[in-house]
């Protein structure tokens, strides 16, 4: 089946810096792919779609200065939470579109982010 | 718009018990019909989709659930629960022919007494 990866699966960072999360596609490409925020015992929200060679689309009320994303090839996509302050923290989770199978997303493992 | 409402946040049975959890949905047009899994601190896992074949769709792991239109539902079932079920579920929907995205219920966490 189709494989997502995350890296890192956990980060710690200070206030005021910036943490780049990867989201790879490992077994097949995706024209697709997007960023979820999940926070403790909760539901996923979407913040943006990834779209390879174009800009992300943002959810509404997710700041696009602040959460960059990149998606440079069919098999990357780049989440960077710039400036990060405490409330950022949460779980990031990235899926990814296989193409020709029916809006089926699949997931990678996700990493938490823990801004101190 | 399309929404999931998942009723019950927390189910509880027996080990070996029939596993019921509940997805209703909303949707302006045909829609497609997904269950997820997630483990504690890991990403989702498809379970099972419903995309306009069957109604009665099976899964992995022993999991099925059927499209119901008369009733909006997409429920989730298992006949006997194992204590691996034990985690966090998630329905959800998107459109076809739109634009890829998910709408995910509240979730159901499923704890399986032994």
């Known amino acids: 089946g189709a494989v997502v990866s995350q890296h890192p699966s956990w980060v710690i960072c200070k206030s005021g810096t910036s943490v780049k999360i990867e989201c790879r596609s490992l077994d097949f490409q995706a024209t697709t792919m997007f960023w979820y925020r999940q926070f403790p015992k909760q539901s996923l929200m979407l913040m943006a779609t990834s779209n390879e060679g174009s800009k992300a689309t943002y959810e509404q009320g997710v700041e696009k200065d602040k959460f960059l994303i990149n998606h440079a090839s069919l098999t990357l996509s780049t989440l960077t939470v710039t400036s990060a302050h405490p409330e950022d923290s949460s779980f990031y989770i990235c899926?990814?579109?296989?193409?020709?199978?029916?809006?089926?997303?699949?997931f990678g493992p996700g990493t938490r982010l823990t801004v101190l | 718009a399309q929404s999931v409402t998942q009723l019950g946040s927390h189910v509880s049975v027996s080990e070996g018990a029939l596993v019921l959890l509940r997805c209703n949905y909303s949707s302006s047009v045909p829609p497609y019909l997904f269950w997820y899994v997630q483990y504690p601190n890991q990403g989702l896992q498809l379970l099972l989709k419903?995309?306009?074949?069957?109604?009665l769709v099976k899964g992995i792991n022993g999991f099925e659930a059927e499209f119901k239109k008369s009733e909006t539902s997409f429920h989730l079932t298992k006949p006997s629960a194992h204590m691996s079920d034990a985690a966090e579920y998630f329905c959800?929907?998107?459109?076809?022919?739109?634009?890829?995205?998910?709408?995910f219920g509240t979730g159901t966490r499923l704890t399986i007494i032994p």
């Open positions: 899926s990814a579109r296989e193409p020709g199978v029916a809006d089926t997303q699949y």
């Open positions: 959800a929907v998107s459109v076809r022919f739109g634009n890829e995205k998910l709408t």
């Open positions: 419903y995309t306009s074949a069957a109604t």
